[in-house]
């Protein structure tokens, strides 16, 4: 057995064992949800898919060192609830940290609640107008998407 297929086959029990433990989020909505409430779910699964998992990040190993993935875990979260999850990458961390300058800059489980919880608000403050650029889009969708333009713009200057 090749090594893809080894990172393969752990990266989908990851996944399956992620899937079972949002089986109670499947139907939220960042708009609605109490993040509070979910924040120890959020952070384990977040924690399980980035590689920061204590429990075990031998799926994020490379030869000896661990490859940690705070994007790919986001993404990972958010093709698995839509509704809930937004995606951060670079351009994303970088609006938050503009417009969020409170918000660590440090890939963690901590800082990705902290990034929702300032979606959940924008989101909520911003409804309507963003419900225009929705079409068939997640909300949680609309607002990565949008704060990925403001991160990309900020980078530019």
Same mark, same amino acid.
């Given at each position: 057995?090749?090594?893809?297929?080894?990172?393969?086959k752990?990266?989908?029990?990851?996944?399956?064992?992620?899937?079972?433990?949002? *089986?109670? %989020?499947?139907?939220? &909505?960042?708009v609605?949800?109490?993040?509070?409430?979910?924040? !120890?779910?959020? &952070?384990?699964?977040?924690?399980?898919?980035?590689?920061?998992? /204590?429990?075990?990040?031998?799926?994020?190993?490379?030869?000896?060192?661990?490859?940690? &993935?705070?994007?790919?875990?986001?993404?990972?979260l958010?093709?698995?609830?839509?509704?809930?999850?937004?995606m951060?990458? +670079?351009?994303?961390?970088? +609006?938050?940290?503009?417009?969020?300058?409170?918000?660590?800059? /440090?890939?963690?489980?901590?800082?990705? %609640?902290?990034q929702?919880?300032?979606?959940?608000?924008?989101? *909520?403050?911003?409804?309507?107008? %963003?419900?225009?650029? *929705?079409?068939?889009?997640?909300? +949680?969708?609309?607002?990565d998407?949008? +704060?990925?333009?403001?991160?990309?713009?900020?980078? !530019?200057?």
């Amino acid at each position: 057995v090749d090594r893809r297929s080894k990172w393969t086959k752990r990266f989908q029990q990851r996944v399956e064992i992620v899937t079972d433990v949002l *089986r109670g %989020l499947t139907e939220a &909505s960042l708009v609605t949800v109490n993040l509070e409430t979910h924040r !120890e779910t959020i &952070s384990d699964c977040y924690e399980l898919l980035s590689g920061a998992s /204590k429990v075990d990040s031998s799926i994020w190993r490379k030869g000896d060192r661990i490859v940690k &993935s705070p994007v790919g875990a986001t993404k990972v979260l958010h093709w698995l609830v839509p509704e809930l999850f937004i995606m951060v990458d +670079a351009n994303v961390r970088r +609006a938050f940290k503009h417009y969020y300058p409170e918000i660590s800059g /440090k890939d963690s489980a901590g800082t990705y %609640l902290e990034q929702m919880q300032a979606a959940q608000r924008e989101i *909520r403050e911003l409804g309507d107008e %963003l419900q225009l650029l *929705r079409g068939d889009l997640p909300l +949680a969708r609309v607002f990565d998407k949008v +704060a990925f333009m403001v991160g990309k713009r900020i980078g !530019e200057r």
